[in-house]
Structures are given as structure tokens and as C-alpha cells.
């Protein structure tokens, strides 16, 4: 265009830009800030994932392998829209890339424009586009609810993140016309961040017995829409005094969430990955003084299998029978429709669950770390202590249509070594490795194997029950256990245990001696430390102790300078070099490199 057309419309090329300017700014337009091109944008990324979405699973022992293979996020934001409840918000904004492995990297902010700014949250979810963040100005809000945008994917995620301090951002109220009151509900959504915010429950209709629902709700209604909800991260959040969970998800895949704080649950849990969710890394949380668990992995093969069902596409199948041929025939025509393991079916795979601390949970019940129907999945590097029911719990959600298979207790080494013979929704496959687990209870374990939770391997850990069995394991779960190399107090064998379904007063009979064989490794007999109290394990600690892990204090979480150090002391008899190497994670709790195999969460001090 050249000078001489704008000297002939000087008027009308003003009243242009300003019409532009004002649709930019109130109504944005989905353009790219960046100057990089939707192309080269995709060169960045690895060829599986140029078509839009990566759904590839990641199988691995490290954690930051999974999340560098797994989760493309943008280094550039498309936009900045801004939130900000009294309608003031900066012109530009310095934001540096999100680190999942450390702080932001100031020297990496990037200066972006301001393109609009909203009061509510839901008026920038409703506006948001792939690529976009939503920069959340320091104040009170109410939530939000964001369903499938087309244009998020790999490489171009919706990031809502809370900006100033930690805590300045609360969201105290539900999402809009959300009738059960989540705060933030995300349906069939994906490629979504969420970081930073204080989701605060206890200001809900049932104060002071507990607030609104959940603070997090990641919902795929795959039943409705064969969609699933996928691709979230939810990090660095603090999420509290809510009335049943401070997360839930229902059929979900490929989550992370990592950093976070979930504490006083007034009824249930700390978090709650339920019906058919897979494909999660949870690292680094704090799960403390929740009523009922920590943290809750029950894939629910009840709930999902039910929710099934009642599809459309199988209103002509058999009425519901609590028996296993109605599951399994369930499941051979959701096979035919989407494939086998694309929808839910009441497995969860390809968990990495490590570095995080349950303490203070289960006066209600629930374990401190409660898997059911959890498989080929590592759980490692957590430190479960001073928790009032198990510590790590493996069952099968005692699925009405396995009930005779997950009570068997007239089984013959024979018969267990079919798999016809056994539950096929119990925890199998699973790693469990140098976690700390501490407690005292008559009634409960610091590790159950109970209902078809078999073929799992179990190595380095401190397992203490003051009271009583440090790990219990039934007739139906000590197929192939391959079990050794622990710090350990008492093992129980049962028949049945006092938490199968339906749930008995007391464990059932000890298991016939020839059942033992079909395990590959008994602790007994596989370099275990066994008859150990907590009056013995304490000692060998830097300093032991219940005190809670983090104080609570101006809308956020720190550190509890007097909390206990897990630590092995240097030279300790007990826990100082004596783990399996060969089944070792490469860095401890805190990320430090293990220098030896060390027992439990910590490596021995320096």
C-alpha cells in the first residue's frame, strides 16, 4: 500500500484501525503474538505429534523422560489474555516458559502484549485459544468450566496461571451454573495448564463441616461423546477444606500433576483418580490431613464398567448380572467399537507415582496411598508417615462380579497359577520401590496384596507397622510376588483379608504353605530385614518424628522447619547400602542422585 491511498481517505482509514483495535482488544481474534508461523511452530515438535496430538504412552522409570516425551508445551504463548477482577491490568507482561523440573527461567521471559483483559475467569475460558495463557491478576474469583477447543494440542496449550505471590490468586466459588459446585471443571477438555491457584473450599453452603464439592474436576464423558479429557497439567495448586476431594478426574489420560498441596478433605480425599483414567505421573505433592486418603488411584472397574453400559451403542446387551462373563462380554463389544484398551474398561496403566508425602490422612478411613485396579505402574520414593489407616493399599475395588474370585480362599497352588482362577481388576504389574512407610495400627498394613494383586515387585522399602503386619498379602495375590531387599517388621499370609469385599471383622485363615511357591521371592528368604519395630528404625534415622510435613499459613503452604528427616544416618547398620542395585531409582525424594542402594524414600545423608 503506498502513501498517496491513505492521503486520499485519511478519514476512513482512522475510523478502520480504530474498529480493528476495538475487536482486537474486546473480542480477540485467534492470531498468533508470535512471530514464529504456525509452521515452523510445528517443526519444533517431534514428528508424531505434527497431526495435532501426541497419544503415544511413554513407558519409563524416569518421570522427567515421561514428561519431556510426553508433554509438548509451547515455548511462546500465542497471546496473553489477562484476568483481573476489578477490570486493571498491565499493557505487557514479562512471562518466562514453564519448568517442570525447577523455577521459571527468568532470563527466558519473553515481554508480550496484553491483547484483553476480563473480569471473570469464565469470560477468558469462554475467549481462549490453543496457545493462549490466561494470566490470572493477584485477587478473588469465582471459577470456571472449559470443554474440547478444537485448536489446543501439542505445542499449543491453554495455560491458566495465577501471577504474583504464591496464594494471591484465590477461587473460592464454583464455575459458573456448575450445580454440584466444582471450582474448576474441565469436560472433555485437553491440553490444558493449571498452576498456581489457591482453591479454597471452605467458604462453601456446607461450612464448617466442609465446603463446596472439589476444587478440580477433569471430566471425559467418554459414555456421551467418546472423548476423554487428556493432556492436563495441574501444577503448583493448593487446593483445600473442600467437602469431598481436592481433585477428581473420571476418564482421563495422560495427566500431571505435580508440586501441589491437597489438604483437609472434609469427607474423602486428598486427590481421586478414578474410572479408567491411565497414563498419569503424580510427583512432589503433599497429601496431608484429609479425612479419608491421601491420595485415592481407584480406576473403579464398578463405576466404569456400569457408566458402559448404559451406552446407547449397548442398550441391546444383557441386562447387568453381577458376574464376571457380563463384564467380560461388555468389554468384547466396546473392544469392537474403539479398540482394544481405547476406552475405559477399568484398568489404570503406566502410572509413575513418586516423591510425594501422605501424613496426617484416614481418621475416616482410606488408605494414605489407595490403588485399586492400578497396573504395570512404579510407585516409589513416597514417604507415607503417621497416617491413621494403611499405607499403600493394592486391591481390586471389590467389583461385585469377581466377588468369588477375590474371596477364593479353598485355592490350590494349581488352580492360582490360572489366571482364570483369579480377580483380573486387582493391581497387577506393579514396581514398588524404596518408599518409607511408617505407621502404627492393629488392624491395618504399610503394604497390602490383597484381592488379585499379583505379579508385583517389591524392592528397597521401609515398611514399619508397629502394631501389626507390615505387609499383608492373600492366597490370590502371591502369584509371581517377587518381594526382597526390604527393611520390614511382620508379613501376614491370609486367606482372605479383613478389608476384601465383603469386608470380614479379621483376616481369614493363614494360607496353605504350598500357595508360597508360586512366588518368585518371599522377603523371608530374599535379603529382607525382617522383626524391625520403630523403636529400631527411628534410631538409624537423622531425626524421627510425626510432626506435619507443611504448615499452613497466608493463603498458601511452607515447609514445617521441624518436620522429620527420613534421611538414613551415614553408616546406618539398617538402611545404608542395603537395597537391590538392580532395581534402584536413579534420584531420591529429593531429586539428589543415589549414590548407593540405600532403603526407602531418602538417601543416606551426607
Not at 480504530?18 to 480477540?28: H, Q
Request: with cysteine; charged share 20%.
Amino acid at each position: 500500500m503506498q502513501h498517496a491511498k491513505w492521503t486520499v481517505f485519511p478519514a476512513a482509514a482512522a475510523l478502520l484501525l480504530l474498529v480493528v483495535a476495538f475487536l482486537y482488544v474486546v473480542k480477540p481474534a485467534h492470531a498468533p503474538l508470535s512471530t514464529r508461523s504456525d509452521e515452523s511452530r510445528a517443526q519444533s515438535l517431534p514428528p508424531e505429534t505434527k497431526a495435532g496430538t501426541s497419544m503415544n504412552f511413554v513407558k519409563t522409570d524416569d518421570s522427567r523422560e515421561w514428561v519431556k516425551r510426553t508433554l509438548f508445551v509451547q515455548a511462546r504463548y500465542r497471546r496473553v489474555l489477562a484476568v483481573s477482577a476489578d477490570g486493571v491490568a498491565p499493557a505487557t507482561m514479562r512471562v518466562a516458559p514453564i519448568n517442570f523440573e525447577g523455577p521459571p527461567a527468568d532470563a527466558q521471559a519473553i515481554e508480550y502484549p496484553v491483547a484483553a483483559v476480563f473480569r471473570t475467569l469464565q469470560q477468558a475460558a469462554d475467549a481462549s485459544h490453543g496457545g493462549d495463557l490466561v494470566a490470572v491478576m493477584p485477587g478473588t474469583y469465582e471459577g470456571f468450566r472449559i470443554e474440547d477447543k478444537p485448536d489446543a494440542s501439542d505445542g499449543n496449550y491453554i495455560h491458566f496461571k495465577a501471577m504474583g505471590n504464591p496464594g494471591q490468586v484465590v477461587i473460592n466459588r464454583p464455575a459458573p451454573q456448575q450445580l454440584r459446585g466444582w471450582i474448576i471443571y474441565l469436560l472433555d477438555a485437553h491440553h490444558v495448564i493449571l498452576q498456581g491457584f489457591n482453591l479454597d473450599g471452605k467458604s462453601g453452603p456446607r461450612t464448617p463441616g466442609g465446603g463446596y464439592p472439589a476444587g478440580i474436576l477433569l471430566q471425559g464423558l467418554f459414555r456421551q461423546s467418546a472423548k476423554w479429557t487428556h493432556h492436563i497439567i495441574v501444577k503448583d495448586v493448593f487446593s483445600h477444606d473442600h467437602d469431598s476431594w481436592g481433585l477428581h478426574s473420571v476418564d482421563t489420560h495422560t495427566v500431571l500433576i505435580q508440586d501441589c498441596c491437597f489438604t483437609g478433605m472434609n469427607r474423602e480425599h486428598g486427590a481421586y483418580v478414578s474410572d479408567g483414567s491411565r497414563n498419569y505421573v503424580i510427583r512432589r505433592n503433599v497429601f496431608q490431613g484429609n479425612n479419608s486418603g491421601g491420595l485415592q488411584c481407584n480406576i473403579d472397574p464398578n463405576a466404569t464398567l456400569l457408566t458402559l453400559s448404559r451406552s446407547a451403542e449397548f442398550a441391546a446387551y444383557a441386562k447387568y448380572e453381577p458376574t464376571r462373563e457380563w463384564a467380560l462380554g461388555l468389554l468384547e463389544l466396546a473392544a469392537k467399537k474403539w479398540g482394544a484398551d481405547n476406552f475405559p474398561n477399568g484398568h489404570g496403566r503406566n502410572f509413575i507415582i513418586e516423591d510425594n508425602v501422605m501424613t496426617g490422612n484416614g481418621a475416616n478411613g482410606g488408605g494414605a496411598l489407595n490403588l485399586a485396579a492400578l497396573q504395570d505402574s512404579l510407585i516409589q520414593n513416597n514417604l507415607i508417615y503417621n497416617n491413621q489407616n494403611h499405607g499403600i493399599a493394592e486391591w481390586d475395588n471389590a467389583t461385585p462380579w469377581e466377588q468369588r474370585y477375590a474371596t477364593n480362599a479353598a485355592l490350590t497352588a494349581e488352580q492360582a497359577r490360572n489366571l482364570q482362577n483369579l480377580p483380573l481388576w486387582g493391581c497387577h504389574g506393579n514396581r514398588v520401590r524404596n518408599n518409607t512407610v511408617l505407621l502404627s495400627s492393629p488392624t491395618r498394613f504399610a503394604l497390602g496384596l490383597v484381592n488379585g494383586s499379583y505379579a508385583n515387585r517389591v524392592r528397597n522399602n521401609i515398611f514399619i507397622n508397629e502394631q501389626g503386619a507390615s505387609i499383608e498379602i492373600t492366597s490370590n495375590s502371591i502369584l509371581d510376588l517377587d518381594s526382597g531387599y526390604n527393611v520390614l517388621g511382620t508379613v501376614r499370609f491370609t486367606t482372605v483379608s479383613a478389608h476384601s469385599w465383603p469386608t470380614p471383622s479379621v483376616p481369614g485363615a493363614p494360607i496353605p504353605e504350598p500357595l508360597k511357591s508360586l512366588a518368585k521371592n518371599l522377603d523371608a528368604g530374599n535379603h529382607s530385614t525382617m522383626g524391625v519395630s520403630t523403636a529400631k528404625v527411628a534410631g538409624e534415622f537423622v531425626r524421627y518424628g510425626k510432626e506435619p510435613w507443611v504448615l499452613l499459613e497466608n493463603g498458601w503452604w511452607r515447609l514445617n522447619p521441624a518436620r522429620p528427616d527420613f534421611h538414613p544416618k551415614a553408616g546406618s547398620a539398617l538402611l545404608a547400602g542395603h537395597g537391590d542395585p538392580r532395581e534402584l531409582p536413579a534420584l531420591d525424594f529429593n531429586g539428589e542422585p543415589r549414590r548407593a542402594a540405600d532403603m526407602g524414600a531418602f538417601r543416606v545423608a551426607d
